[in-house]
C-alpha cells in the first residue's frame, strides 16, 4: 500500500537513541503544556496543594537529571552506531520478527475489538470503556460460511443483537462490529455511571436508585445536601439513543412545600441541566463540591 | 477537587516516566516490542528450546494471517506496537497484596487512508477484590488530512481519554467518506455534463450545472460529522446560483426554500435519490 512510506517516516523501527529522547522530550513537553495551563485559576486545597508543590519539585529536579543524561549520551551516540541486526542470526531475527506480530495482535485490543481464529471461524471480543475506565469484554464467536452465523455470544439480551445483526452482519461485518461496539459501550457507560452514583455518592440518594437492566431509564430521589433538612428532588433519566451515554430526557422535580419559590426553581432547572450535559457522578461531584461546608467523609 | 487531583495524577504520571528515562540503560533505545527482551529469555518463555527455522517460518505464517485477518476484520491495520511497564507497587501496597502497575503503550496504524499514532498510558491497581484498569494519559497524532473535521474530534478523544470511541467514530467516519467518493463518482459517471467535482471526488462538494441554462448552478455540501459523544452523521445541504435576472423572476421564492425543501426531500427519499433528482431535474430540461 502507499502508506508503507509515509509510515516509515515515523522513525519506529528506525528506532536509535536520538529519536527516542527526542520522543521523550516531545512527550515531557507536552505533559509540561498540560499541567501549566490550569495553573493559577485554581486556589488547591491545602492538603493537596503542598503535595502538588512536593511532587512539582521532584518532577523537576527529574527533569534536570533526565537533560543531563541526554547530554551525555548525545555525545557518546557516535561510539554506539554500528548496526546490531548484522551480528544477528536468521533465527534471531525470525524470533525477532514473530514477537513483535504477537505484541500486534493483542495491541487489536486497545482499538476496542480484537480476535482470535478459532476451527470454525473467529471469536470476536468486544472491550468496553467509559472515560478512560477500562471496563466489561464481551464475545461473539462467528462461524465463517455462507451465510455468517452467531455460534455463541454472551452479549447480554437487552441488547438488540438480533436487529443488529439482520440489518448488518451478511452485507457489513465491520459495520455489524462497530455498531455492537457502540451499544455495548454506551451499555457500559450508562452503567458505570449509576453504579459510581450508588457506591460513591449513596449520602446524596433519599432511597435507592431505580434503574432497568439496560440502565437507559434511571430514577432517583435525592438531596443537595446530604444528610440536610431540605426538601428532595426527585429526577428521571431517560436515554432515548441506546447508543448513547447522555440521557435525552430529563425531568427533575421538587418536591418541597415552597414548590413555587424561584430560587427553588432555578436549582431544579440548573440540575436539569447538569444532568442533560454531564456524567451522571460528575454532577453529584460538584454538588459535593458546592457543599464544601459539608462533612467530607460522607464524599469520599 | 477534580482539577487539583488531575494535576497529582499528571505530576505522578511524569514523574514515573522520568524516573523510568534515569533508571533506563542508555545504549539500545525503545525498540519493537519484544525486541528488548533477552534472546534466552524469549525461548525460555516460548517453547523453552532451539526450534527449527522451519517451525519458526510455519508459526511466522500463522500469525501473519491471523494478522492480515484482524484487520480485514476490523478496517484497522496496527503496523507498529512497543508497550513499557513500571511497577509502582509500594512496600507499604505490597503488605495489603495490592498491585499497581503502570503500563506504557505506543501504536502505529492507518484506518483507509488515514495514519494515526497513538501514545497511552494504562494504570492497573489490583486488591484482594477487583482489578481496576484506567487510561491515565492519551495522546493521539493524526498525518495532516484533507478532513478538517478530525481534529477537532481528536482532542475530545483525548480529553475523555477514549481510546474505544477513537477507534469507533475514525472507523465510522471513513466508511461515510468512503460513501460519498463512491456516490459522487458515481454521479459524475451517469451525468458527466452536468456533475461537477472541481474539488475532486473525495471533497465534501459537488455541484451540479444545467445543461441547458448557463449560470444555473446547484452545490450539494456533503459534510460528515462527529458529534459529542463520538457518533459520525452527515449533514448535507444545498446552496443555489441563479442569475440575479432570474432571481427577480422568481415569485414563488424557489431558490430561497430551496435549501429547506432539500432537508425535507432527504428525510423522505435517502440521499442518492434525493441527489439522483436534483441532478435530473437540472439535466433533463435540455432534452425538452
Keep these: ?300 | 477537587m477534580d482539577a487539583g487531583l488531575a494535576e497529582v495524577r499528571a505530576l505522578e504520571a511524569e514523574i514515573a516516566a522520568l524516573r523510568r528515562a534515569c533508571e533506563e540503560p542508555p545504549a539500545p533505545a525503545e525498540d519493537a516490542a519484544g525486541g528488548q527482551k533477552s534472546f534466552q529469555e524469549v525461548y525460555q518463555s516460548d517453547s523453552g528450546g532451539w526450534e527449527s527455522s522451519e517451525d519458526l517460518r510455519s508459526h511466522l505464517g500463522h500469525l501473519e494471517s491471523e494478522l492480515l485477518f484482524l484487520s480485514a476484520l476490523t478496517g484497522i491495520n496496527i503496523r507498529n506496537y512497543s508497550k513499557k511497564t513500571e511497577d509502582l507497587t509500594s512496600t507499604e501496597m505490597t503488605e495489603k497484596s495490592i498491585k499497581k502497575v503502570l503500563q506504557r503503550h505506543r501504536l502505529s496504524g492507518n484506518c483507509h487512508t488515514i495514519t494515526f499514532q497513538l501514545e497511552f498510558q494504562i494504570l492497573e491497581i489490583q486488591n484482594k477484590e477487583s482489578l481496576s484498569s484506567v487510561i491515565t494519559d492519551l495522546n493521539i497524532i493524526m498525518e495532516p488530512t484533507e478532513y478538517s473535521e478530525l481534529s477537532e474530534f481528536v482532542s475530545r478523544a483525548e480529553e475523555k481519554r477514549d481510546l474505544f470511541m477513537f477507534f469507533r467514530s475514525l472507523h465510522f467516519f471513513v466508511e461515510w467518506c468512503e460513501y460519498r467518493k463512491r456516490t459522487f463518482q458515481h454521479f459524475k459517471e451517469k451525468y458527466p455534463e452536468a456533475v461537477h467535482l472541481t474539488e475532486g471526488a473525495s471533497s465534501s462538494c459537488m455541484g451540479v450545472r444545467s445543461t441547458s441554462q448557463p449560470g444555473f448552478e446547484l452545490v450539494i455540501v456533503w459534510r460528515i460529522q462527529i458529534g459529542e459523544e463520538g457518533k459520525v452523521l452527515p449533514k448535507l445541504d444545498l446552496l443555489t446560483q441563479v442569475p440575479l435576472g432570474a432571481l427577480e423572476l422568481d415569485k414563488n421564492r424557489v431558490t430561497e426554500t430551496a435549501p429547506l425543501s432539500f432537508r425535507t426531500l432527504l428525510g423522505v427519499l435517502g440521499i442518492e435519490a434525493t441527489l439522483e433528482s436534483l441532478i435530473k431535474l437540472l439535466s433533463t430540461e435540455a432534452n425538452d
Excluded at chain 1, 529519536?19 to 499541567?35: D, V
Excluded at chain 1, 427533575?252 to 456524567?279: C, D, I
Design chain 1, 1 to 300: 500500500m502507499e502508506l508503507a512510506n509515509t509510515l516509515s517516516t515515523h522513525g519506529e523501527s528506525k528506532g536509535g537513541v536520538l529519536a527516542h529522547l527526542e520522543r521523550l522530550e516531545i512527550h515531557m513537553n507536552r505533559s509540561r503544556k498540560k499541567l501549566e495551563e490550569p495553573q493559577g485559576a485554581q486556589a488547591v486545597g491545602s492538603a493537596l496543594g503542598t503535595k502538588i508543590q512536593k511532587l512539582r519539585r521532584l518532577r523537576d529536579k527529574l527533569r534536570a537529571e533526565v537533560k543531563q543524561r541526554q547530554a551525555g549520551v548525545k555525545a557518546s551516540t557516535a561510539n554506539v552506531e554500528p548496526d546490531q541486526t548484522l551480528d544477528m542470526s536468521e533465527q534471531e531475527v525470525l524470533e525477532r520478527k514473530r514477537e513483535n506480530l504477537k505484541a500486534i495482535l493483542q495491541a487489536y485490543r486497545f482499538t476496542g475489538l480484537s480476535g482470535k481464529l478459532t476451527s470454525r471461524g473467529v471469536c470476536v471480543c468486544i472491550n468496553t470503556a467509559f472515560e478512560g475506565n477500562l471496563l466489561d469484554s464481551y464475545f461473539v464467536d462467528l462461524v465463517i460460511q455462507k451465510p455468517l452465523r452467531i455460534h455463541h455470544h454472551s452479549i447480554p439480551i437487552f441488547i438488540p443483537l438480533e436487529e443488529i445483526s439482520a440489518k448488518y452482519l451478511q452485507t457489513n461485518i465491520q459495520h455489524f462490529l462497530f455498531s455492537l461496539c457502540e451499544y455495548l459501550n454506551a451499555y457500559s457507560g450508562r452503567k458505570y455511571q449509576a453504579d459510581r452514583l450508588q457506591s460513591d455518592f449513596a449520602a446524596f440518594l433519599a432511597g435507592p436508585l431505580q434503574r432497568n437492566a439496560l440502565c437507559n431509564l434511571l430514577s432517583f430521589t435525592y438531596k443537595v445536601e446530604p444528610g440536610g433538612q431540605s426538601f428532595p428532588f426527585c429526577a428521571r433519566l431517560l436515554y432515548k439513543d441506546l447508543t448513547l451515554t447522555l440521557p435525552t430526557d430529563v425531568t427533575v422535580t421538587y418536591q418541597g412545600m415552597e414548590a413555587l419559590s424561584t430560587s427553588w426553581e432555578e436549582q431544579r432547572a440548573s440540575h436539569a441541566n447538569l444532568f442533560r450535559t454531564k456524567p451522571l457522578h460528575q454532577v453529584f461531584t460538584s454538588f459535593a463540591r458546592k457543599g464544601e461546608t459539608l462533612d467530607m467523609s460522607l464524599v469520599s
